[in-house]
């Protein structure tokens, strides 16, 4: 049993627990016609947020108080859209991702627009995430009644991806932004243009994505195939170590010598004779 300390809009309410801990409830009609201090009852259609949670964006409570409530109402479909996709996801996302759409809304009223230069690598490497903040499409406009663009659908995939792996919003936008410039310098170095449609584009940057895991759990690849790779294909090998180096460099973090043969079995896939 929750007691309303504040009703939101005819959707969300703020309750109070037999412990006197806060939650956000919202399902349809639950706020309609309901008054400060009564008592209600949850169904299994209820979403049920703690506001004891803190989030990258500030503490939930705040959070609450300070966003549309339309804004948390289109976090919960997402997020709703998110537990039925990858199934049982941190639930505290909510609220910085309710906290990102009020700022992204902010900005379309004043016709502002900010570029995601990384929509292009987010959509490949996390892909999953990407279709199913596509939800959120739908919703803001009837909501909002405004599109937002792939750009802020590829923001909200990574507080998407933020929910259901143990890492935060910069840090998936950080190895999003790595994985760019490691493409950017095969491409130059190998003297190969990309198509950013194949199979092996894709298998690349997601190679590349695990790499910087790995670089950064400390994990260990089980086998070492760099004395193949580069007997066979020493100029591509070269590539690839150039290329680890500059990404320990710029992510300071070390790598293990086993992921230069990988990195150039991936190169030698995608750019083959080019290199």
Do not use: W
Not at 116 to 133: C, G, R
Not at 183 to 195: G, P, Q, S, V, Y
Not at 201 to 207: P, W
Request: glycine share 4%; with cysteine.
């Amino acid at each position: 049993m929750y007691r309303i300390t504040k009703v939101l809009n005819h959707n969300a309410v703020i309750t109070v627990d037999e412990d006197a801990k806060e939650y956000l409830i919202m399902e349809k009609g639950i706020g309609f016609g309901r008054k400060i201090a009564e008592r209600i009852e949850v169904s299994e259609q209820s979403s049920i947020y703690s506001l004891q949670s803190t989030t990258e964006r500030g503490e939930a409570e705040a959070i609450v108080k300070q966003v549309d409530p339309a804004c948390l109402e289109t976090a919960d479909v997402i997020l709703k859209e998110a537990e039925k996709n990858f199934g049982k996801v941190d639930r505290k996302i909510l609220f910085s991702l309710a906290d990102h759409l009020q700022f992204a809304m902010d900005r379309m009223k004043k016709n502002e627009k900010i570029r995601n230069p990384m929509t292009d690598d987010i959509k490949v490497l996390f892909h999953a995430e990407y279709k199913t903040a596509e939800t959120a499409i739908k919703v803001v406009r009837e909501n909002f009644g405004v599109d937002i663009t792939e750009d802020e659908v590829g923001y909200l995939a990574l507080h998407i991806h933020s929910a259901i792996e143990d890492e935060s919003v910069s840090q998936a936008m950080e190895i999003a932004r790595a994985v760019n410039e490691c493409i950017a310098a095969i491409k130059k170095r190998a003297n190969i243009d990309l198509e950013t449609t194949s199979l092996g584009y894709n298998r690349l940057m997601n190679h590349i994505r695990y790499m910087l895991i790995r670089m950064t759990t400390g994990e260990k690849l089980q086998l070492d195939i760099n004395d193949y790779m580069n007997e066979k294909f020493p100029e591509t090998f070269a590539i690839a170590k150039g290329i680890c180096d500059e990404m320990s460099t710029s992510f300071h973090k070390a790598y293990q010598e086993a992921e230069i043969g990988y990195l150039a079995m991936h190169i030698e896939r995608v750019g083959g004779s080019a290199v």
